[in-house]
């Protein structure tokens, strides 16, 4: 019985002594405030105005200005084409490529991996100017490949072929470092259990991998078109600024901004920028989603039903 007692004695004194622990651990309530107000003002001025600055410059002249400056502008309409071109063929590279690298990381130890994971992340520490660079360097009249690319009468420099590598370059981490922590927290056991039952690779894959990491690549997938359709600087150098031909929509703004046509540079850029929203939202929506079946697949894990 004194065993008992002196038993919930102590269990009172560590729950009263983790209680003024956690009372302890906690910021005085002008802190959370403060860093509330703080951060809310960051967000206002650096992004909230900017992009009511922008819509309200593009509409400052009217609606009717605003369709002249989209609607029949042809050079507007080519530098759409042309981003909505270069934009969906380099996220479609990186999102085989970032599966492929993904896996081959995720599943297996080979000497250089860490290397190669190091060479994923070069073009997050790569200026975009030099990422042209050096795709001029080897694919140019004058560069490595030059002479070989004449020859055979093959354009990559001044061209499409060029503007979608150096997007590619660009974001090419986006997938793959949303994938490799995915994979490696998932494990290879439902993998190895699929092929231990018959299952070929591309059973394997669509049955079980994809399954698995669809998140993952949505969510890489999204951050990566957001980043393909805003790049400039890569594209600037490789493209040659063509009218009609190699402009995309970056550089259009940036066209427009230097012939001091401010309407049709906010208009632009407006377009641009809706379509960023529009990103923006499609990740919280599937981000929304994802929670959901997380915590349906928790409660069915905690009931005993079947997954």
């Not at 009249?141 to 997007?167: C, N, Q, S, Y």
């Not at 190895?192 to 997938?221: D, E």
């Not at 901004?257 to 960023?276: C, E, H, K, R, W």
Request: proline share 5%; charged share 15%; hydrophobic share 55%.
């Amino acid at each position: 019985m004194l065993l008992i007692v002196g038993c919930g004695k102590m269990g009172h004194e560590i729950l009263a002594a983790t209680l003024r622990s956690k009372r302890h651990l906690q910021e005085p309530w002008w802190v959370r405030w403060s860093l509330i107000v703080f951060t809310v003002a960051v967000m206002t001025v650096l992004i909230v105005i900017p992009v009511i600055c922008v819509f309200v410059n593009a509409f400052a002249d009217g609606p009717r200005t605003y369709w002249d400056r989209i609607i029949n502008d042809q050079e507007t309409l080519d530098s759409i084409r042309v981003t909505l071109t270069v934009a969906p063929i380099a996220v479609i590279m990186n999102i085989i490529f970032g599966v492929s690298a993904a896996w081959l990381i995720a599943r297996f130890k080979f000497p250089g991996r860490s290397w190669l994971i190091a060479l994923i992340d070069l073009p997050f520490a790569v200026s975009p100017v030099v990422v042209g660079l050096m795709l001029i360097l080897l694919f140019g009249r004058r560069g490595f490949l030059g002479p070989w690319l004449i020859e055979h009468d093959l354009k990559i420099v001044f061209a499409i072929p060029g503007m979608i590598l150096a997007t590619a370059f660009v974001t090419l981490p986006f997938v793959v470092r949303e994938l490799i922590p995915v994979m490696e927290a998932l494990g290879s056991d439902e993998e190895v259990a699929a092929v231990s039952l018959g299952a070929n690779a591309w059973q394997l894959f669509w049955r079980v991998t994809l399954p698995n990491i669809k998140w993952g690549l949505l969510y890489g997938i999204i951050l990566c078109n957001a980043r393909a359709m805003g790049e400039y600087g890569a594209v600037y150098v490789v493209s040659g600024r063509i009218p009609n031909e190699t402009d995309t929509m970056p550089i259009r703004i940036e066209k427009l901004f230097q012939n001091y046509d401010m309407p049709g540079a906010f208009a632009v850029a407006s377009i641009l920028t809706l379509l960023a929203l529009v990103t923006l939202g499609v990740k919280v929506i599937l981000e929304r989603r994802a929670r959901r079946e997380m915590e349906l697949a928790k409660q069915m894990r905690e009931t005993g039903t079947p997954v």
